[in-house]
């Protein structure tokens, strides 16, 4: 498999954001399968620490989400350093290895743009080639009809956004949108 739907949450809308949460699942357009998932919780205090930053409105919108989602929060959040470096072991077990894996994040200015920024304030290097930088939001508004209405799993929950962004997008390979 060389693709991967990333799915942050944060507490941030910008890059250079602090990071709370990784999910991520690889697929395989032509199969149409997905494959190996990836789910962190990172520790708030230690994207602080590495310069990433807290938005407050980001903050009081956190406080207007269910419960599902904020609860799964809390649940075992490790360093970011650790976070980061887990996903680079995912990549290279899920897929074919950086050069090759195209990472999906939905918005091309979002979550792939917040995850280099964190591998950067970490002195560390990204897992993928930035021009395997791949935008869903972008394949999702281009196919009309290609939207199709979520029915499982929590929203805004990291791995479970990834898992349904990938499932939208191997649909609209499957009606035969080349990807």
């Not at 949460?21 to 399968?33: C, H, N, R, T, Y």
């Amino acid at each position: 498999m060389d693709n991967v739907m990333l799915d942050l949450e944060t507490m941030g809308k910008a890059s250079g954001c602090a990071i709370i949460s990784i999910g991520a699942v690889a697929f395989d357009l032509e199969e149409q399968k997905l494959g190996s998932e990836f789910y962190v919780n990172v520790d708030l205090q230690s994207c602080m620490d590495a310069g990433l930053t807290v938005d407050a409105s980001t903050v009081m919108w956190w406080l207007s989400q269910s419960d599902g989602a904020r609860s799964a929060l809390a649940d075992s959040p490790i360093h970011l350093v650790e976070a980061l470096s887990r996903f680079d072991k995912f990549i290279s077990l899920a897929t074919f290895g950086a050069g090759s894996v195209r990472l999906w994040g939905n918005g091309a200015a979002f979550d792939n743009v917040i995850l280099s920024a964190a591998y950067s304030a970490t002195g560390r290097t990204p897992p993928w080639m930035f021009w395997n930088d791949m935008c869903y939001r972008t394949m999702k508004s281009s196919f009309i009809g290609s939207d199709a209405e979520r029915s499982e799993g929590v929203q805004h929950h990291a791995l479970d956004d990834a898992k349904w962004q990938a499932i939208n997008l191997l649909s609209i390979h499957k009606k035969g949108y080349t990807i």
